[in-house]
C-alpha cells in the first residue's frame, strides 16, 4: 500500500502539523501492520521448498516485503506455505501445525502439488490438494512455480489482506474458533468426517 | 554405455552346481539362486569373488508366473562390472532369507521391499513398513493392488483419449477422495495401530551402563517438520541424558508412489518424473534413466549429445554439493549467510539450466538417444565464464571463508565417524563413501557415457568424519569443473539425437540397470520391459535412501546436538529418499 492511501484522511489537516499527523482508518492501519510483516512457517514440502528457500536467497529476497522472518515454530507463524507435495501420512502433522498457528492465519498453495495432487495426483499415498484438509487463501500455479510467480502470489494474499475489515475478520466474532479435526491414518487415511459414511458403507454390505 | 553386468572369470554355477542356473530369459542376464541357498551363495560372493558391495535390491512381481523375484547388484569396491542374482519365489508365500547378516545394506531396502511388494524377508531383525505407515492395507507395487483413482493398467488412459474426456478423479471416487478401505472395515470399532513396532525396535538396545548411576532413558521425536531435517523426515530417538543409545529413521513422509506410477506411465512419460526424485540434480536422474533404456533399447549416443550430458550432469554436481554445502553450514548454526553465497552461485547454474532446458529446477532434457535439444546460441560461453572464471574463484572464496572456522571445525572433526568397512558394509554411496577412504566413484570403477574421456582425480578422504564429508564436497565441485572445462573445449558439432525424435519408443523385453554416480552416490534405475509401450517394472535405487542405513550407527554414542549435523554432512534430498 501506497503511504498516500494510509493517510488519505479526507479532512483538512492544518499545514503547520502536517508533518506529524496522520489521520487514517482502523483497517487501513492495521491491514498495513499485517501485510507488511507476515511471517512464514518455516516449512518445506518438497520440490517447491527449494524454490521457496531460492525466493529467500538475496537474488529474489521476499524480505522486501516484510517475509524474511520464517518461524520454525507454527505458534510464531501467520502463513502457512505449503510448498509441495501433501502425503497422506503427512497429513495429519500439516493439520495438526495448522490447528497450532494463532489467528489470524493464512495458508498459500505453492505448486500444482498442493494445489491439486500436481503429477503424482492419482497416487495411493499422496493427498490431492491441501485445501482437501485445510482452507486455502491463496493458489499459486507452476511444477514448481518460479520464484516470480511464487512472489506473485504472495503479493496476491498481500492484497487479500488489504481487503479485510476487522469488523468481520473471523478472529473477532463470538465464541471459539473450531479446530480442524485431524484424520487418521488407519488402512488408508480416514477423513473424520467420514467416518459416518464409512460405517454406514460397511452395514450396507 | 553402460557395460555389461558380467564378470568374465567369474562361474558361480560350477561354485554352486546345485541352487544356482543362468538366468537364461531373452533379454536377462546373471544367476538365479534357490532362496535356501540365498545366504550361502552371498557369503561367498562377498568373501570369495570379492563383490562386497550390495547396491540395489529391488523386487519385481511377475504375475502371469505367479512368482516374486528379487533382483539383486553386486559390485566390488575395487571397481569393475556387477553381477546380478536374483531369487525367485511364490506370489502366494513370498519369503525370502534376508542378507542383514551378510550385507547389512540391505536393511532398507528389505524392508521397502516388504512394504511395497509384500515380500517377507525372514530373519530381518526389524521388518517393518518404511514409506507407508504400519495398518496401511496391502503392498502396492504387486500388480494386482489398485488405488481409488484407479483408471486403467497403462497410460494414455483410453478414456481421455483421443476426444479427451477429462474428467476429475474425485468426482468418480466413493468419498470423493483418494482413498478406500477394506470391505470389512469398520471405523468405530477400529483401534489405530499406533506406533508400538517403531517404538519397540528402537528400543532394542545394549543398555551399557559405567557410571553405576542409574538414569530414566527418554524418547524424543525430531521432525516430520523440523527446519534441519532438509524437508520431511523424521528421527526416532532415545536418549541417555544428552546421548543416542539409539535412534531409527522414520521417512516416508514424502512418499508419492513414484514406481507405482512409472509403471504406469510410457517410457518417455517418465522422464520428467525422475526430474522430481532428487529434485537439486534433476539432470543427473534423468541421465541414469536414458541410460538404462539405452541399454535395453541398444542405441548410441552421438558424440556432442555425449558432451552436452557430461558438462550438464557435472554442473548439476556443482549445484547440488553448493546447495549442500551451505544447508550443512545452516544445520550446525551459520544460519542462512553461507547459504546466500552457495545459493548466489547455484542460481548461475540454474539460469545455464533455464536457457537450455526451460527450467530452472526440473529440466526434463534428456531423452533415449540424445537429448531434447540443442545448446542455444551463446550458452557455452555462458557455461565457460562459469567454469573457468567466477565458480573455481568463488569455490576457493568459501573455502577460505569456511573451512577452517574454528567452531566449524571443533564440531566436526571426528565426530559422526563412518569407517571404510562400516561405509561399505552398510552400501554407503557417493561422497559418504569417498570421505571414508574408499575411492569409489561409478565414472572411473565402471565408467559409462564419455567419461574415460576426462582427466580428473575421484575425490577421497580419509577419516570419515563429518568434516570430511563437508570438505570433500568442495573437492568434488574442482574435479566437475576440471571436467567441465575439458568438456567445453573438446566438444563437436552434430546432431544431438539418433534417429527422429520419438514420442513412443520401442523396448524390447529384457531387462537393465543403469547407473550413474550422481551427486549424492549411486543413482541406479532397474528397468524391466515386456516389449509393451510401458515398462513392467520400474524400480529406483536412490542414494539418499540407502545412506541413510548408516544413519543409526553413525549417531550412537554421539549428543544430540550432533544428530542434525551428522544428517547434514549425509545430504539428502527428501523426494529420492521417499520417492
Ligand atoms: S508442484 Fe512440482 S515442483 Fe512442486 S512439489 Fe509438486 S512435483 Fe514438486
Known amino acids: 500500500m ?54 529467500a536467497a538475496s537474488r529474489y529476497d521476499f524480505s522486501r516485503f516484510g517475509m524474511e522472518v520464517m518461524r520454525p515454530s507454527p505458534r510464531q507463524a501467520d502463513m502457512m506455505l505449503v510448498s509441495g507435495t501433501v502425503t497422506k501420512k503427512m497429513a495429519p502433522t500439516i493439520v495438526r501445525l495448522y490447528n497450532q498457528m494463532p489467528e489470524p492465519k493464512y495458508v498459500v498453495a505453492m505448486g500444482a502439488c498442493a494445489s491439486g495432487g500436481g503429477p503424482f495426483k492419482e497416487g495411493y499415498s499422496v493427498v490431492s490438494g491441501v485445501d482437501k484438509l485445510i482452507p486455502v487463501d491463496v493458489y499459486i500455479p507452476g511444477c514448481p512455480p518460479t520464484p516470480q510467480a511464487l512472489i506473485n502470489g504472495l503479493i496476491k494474499l498481500q492484497e487479500l489482506i488489504d481487503t479485510q475489515s476487522i469488523k468481520k475478520v473471523r478472529w473477532y466474532q463470538k465464541g471459539e474458533l473450531a479446530a480442524v479435526p485431524i484424520p487418521i491414518l488407519g488402512p488408508d487415511l480416514i477423513y473424520q468426517r467420514d467416518i459416518p459414511a464409512i460405517s454406514d458403507a460397511k452395514k450396507e454390505a | 554405455m553402460v557395460t555389461p553386468a558380467q564378470a568374465p572369470t567369474l562361474d558361480l554355477v560350477t ?39 550390495l547396491s540395489s535390491v529391488s523386487g519385481v512381481d511377475y504375475i502371469a508366473e505367479e512368482m516374486l523375484e528379487v533382483v539383486y547388484h553386486a559390485y566390488k569396491t575395487i571397481g569393475g562390472p556387477g553381477l546380478v542374482f536374483k531369487v525367485q519365489v511364490a506370489r502366494k508365500k513370498a519369503e525370502v532369507p534376508s542378507l542383514m547378516d551378510v550385507y547389512p545394506g540391505v536393511d532398507f531396502q528389505e524392508r521397502e521391499a516388504w512394504d511395497l511388494m509384500g515380500i517377507n524377508f525372514l530373519g530381518h531383525p526389524d521388518l517393518r513398513r518404511i514409506l507407508l505407515w504400519e495398518g496401511f492395507e496391502g503392498h502396492p507395487l504387486r500388480k494386482d493392488w489398485k488405488e481409488a483413482y484407479y483408471e486403467a493398467d497403462v497410460k494414455p488412459f483410453k478414456s481421455r483419449w483421443p476426444e479427451g474426456n477429462f474428467f476429475r478423479s474425485e468426482e468418480k471416487a466413493t468419498y470423493q477422495a483418494n482413498v478406500q478401505y477394506p470391505d470389512k472395515f469398520d471405523p468405530e470399532k477400529w483401534v489405530p495401530e499406533g506406533e508400538d513396532a517403531l517404538y519397540g525396535a528402537l528400543a532394542k538396545y545394549e543398555d551399557v551402563d559405567n ?6 532413558h527418554i524418547t524424543i521425536n525430531l521432525g516430520p517438520q523440523h527446519p534441519s531435517t532438509h524437508g520431511v523426515f523424521r528421527i526416532a530417538t532415545i536418549l541417555d541424558g544428552e546421548t543416542i543409545v539409539s535412534l531409527k529413521p522414520v521417512m ?25 526424485l532428487d529434485y537439486l540434480s ?36 556443482v549445484q547440488n554439493h553448493l546447495f549442500a554445502i551451505g544447508m550443512f553450514l545452516n544445520d550446525i548454526g551459520a544460519f542462512f549467510t553461507p547459504s546466500l553465497y552457495a545459493i548466489e552461485e547455484r542460481e548461475l547454474v540454474l539460469d545455464i539450466f533455464e536457457i537450455v532446458s526451460g527450467s530452472r529446477m526440473m529440466c526434463n532434457y534428456f531423452r533415449f538417444g540424445g537429448l531434447a535439444r540443442d545448446l542455444p546460441a551463446g550458452s557455452l560461453e555462458m557455461i565457460k565464464g562459469l567454469a573457468f572464471e567466477r565458480l573455481p574463484r568463488r569455490v576457493d572464496e568459501m573455502d577460505r571463508f569456511l573451512s577452517d572456522n574454528e567452531i566449524l571445525r571443533s564440531r566436526c572433526v571426528g565426530q ?41 582425480d575421484v575425490a577421497v578422504r580419509y577419516n570419515g568424519d563429518i568434516y570430511d564429508r563437508y570438505i570433500i564436497r568442495m573437492d568434488e565441485i574442482r574435479q566437475s569443473l576440471r571436467i567441465i572445462q575439458q568438456a567445453v573445449e573438446q566438444i563437436p558439432e552434430g546432431p544431438i539425437q539418433t534417429g527422429k525424435p520419438q514420442y513412443q519408443v520401442r523396448v524390447p523385453a529384457g531387462e537393465a540397470y543403469g547407473r550413474v554416480e550422481g551427486p549424492k552416490g549411486e543413482l541406479g534405475f532397474y528397468v524391466v520391459s515386456d516389449g509393451k509401450p510401458n515398462p513392467y517394472r520400474y524400480h529406483v535405487r536412490a542414494p539418499s535412501f540407502i545412506n541413510l542405513t548408516a544413519f543409526g550407527p553413525m549417531c550412537t554414542g554421539l549428543k544430540i546436538a550432533d544428530v542434525v549435523a551428522v544428517l547434514g554432512s549425509i545430504d539428502i534430498v527428501l523426494g529420492e529418499t521417499d520417492r
Open chain 2, 15 to 53: 561354485r554352486f552346481p546345485e541352487g544356482v542356473v543362468a538366468d537364461e530369459r531373452e533379454g536377462y542376464e546373471g544367476y538365479l539362486v534357490a532362496a535356501d541357498k540365498l545366504v550361502e551363495v552371498a557369503t561367498a560372493l562377498r568373501d570369495e569373488f570379492g563383490f562386497d558391495y
Open chain 2, 282 to 317: 534433476s539432470m543427473s536422474n534423468n541421465f541414469g534413466y536414458a541410460l538404462a533404456v539405452e541399454k535395453l533399447m541398444n542405441i548410441e549416443v552421438p558424440e556432442r549429445a555425449e558432451y552436452i550430458r557430461v558438462i550438464m550432469a557435472e554442473m548439476t554436481r
Open chain 2, 211 to 216: 557410571t553405576g548411576l542409574k538414569t530414566d
Open chain 1, 2 to 55: 501506497e503511504n498516500k492511501d494510509l493517510n488519505s484522511p479526507g479532512y483538512e489537516i492544518p499545514d503547520d502539523i502536517k508533518g506529524s499527523v496522520s489521520i487514517t482508518s482502523i483497517d487501513r492501519i492495521y491491514n498495513w501492520g499485517r501485510r507488511s510483516s507476515i511471517w512464514p512457517l518455516m516449512f518445506g514440502l518438497a520440490c517447491c521448498a527449494i524454490e521457496m528457500i531460492c525466493t
Open chain 2, 416 to 456: 559422526g565417524v563412518l569407517s571404510a568397512e562400516d561405509a561399505i558394509k552398510y552400501a554407503a554411496a557417493g561422497p559418504m563413501l569417498r570421505a571414508s577412504g574408499v575411492p569409489y566413484d561409478i565414472r572411473r570403477a565402471d565408467p559409462y557415457s564419455i567419461y574415460d574421456r576426462f582427466d580428473f
Open chain 2, 252 to 276: 516416508g513422509y514424502l512418499h508419492r508412489n513414484h514406481e507405482k506410477i512409472g509403471e504406469r506411465n510410457t517410457y518417455l512419460q517418465n522422464m520428467p518424473f525422475t526430474d522430481r
